[in-house]
């Protein structure tokens, strides 16, 4: 599986909670093969719109969409998890474009 963890630039423990859910992930016996961070005003562009998705359909910018795909693809990931809750239309999207289920962190550790 790949883990994906959309952060504002105030948000300084994005490592931090990457690496508590693949933790709590690895527990529950999955196996994190990559991460993917996009983070939110980092740029000075991007601090108007710090705390807004990059798109509201994927969340993420269409290049880091396309490095995930690619990443899904070369790993042959069964699931794509995200930190954050994705809507059902987000949800909808982004297995299409991955081609393997887009869940949330949470959806995916109540679903046991």
């Known amino acids: 599986m790949l883990v994906v963890g959309y952060f504002s630039a105030k948000e300084k423990d994005f490592v931090a909670r990457m690496d508590a859910a693949a933790t709590e992930l690895a ?23 710090m ?11 269409s290049g880091k969409v396309r490095e995930v795909a690619a990443a899904r ?7 794509v998890v995200f930190l954050r809750p994705l809507t ?12 393997c289920p887009a869940v949330s962190l949470s959806e995916f550790l109540t679903a046991d």
Not at 51 to 61: E, H, I, K, Q
Not at 88 to 99: D, N, P, T, V
């Open 27 to 49: 527990a529950r016996g999955a196996r994190v093969v990559g991460r993917f961070v996009q983070r939110r005003g980092v740029s000075s562009g991007g601090v108007r719109t």
């Open 73 to 79: 693809e070369a790993a042959a990931a069964d699931v």
């Open 88 to 99: 059902g239309f987000q949800q909808r999207a982004l297995s299409e474009i991955f081609g």
């Open 51 to 61: 705390g807004l998705p990059y798109s509201s359909r994927t969340v993420l910018g």
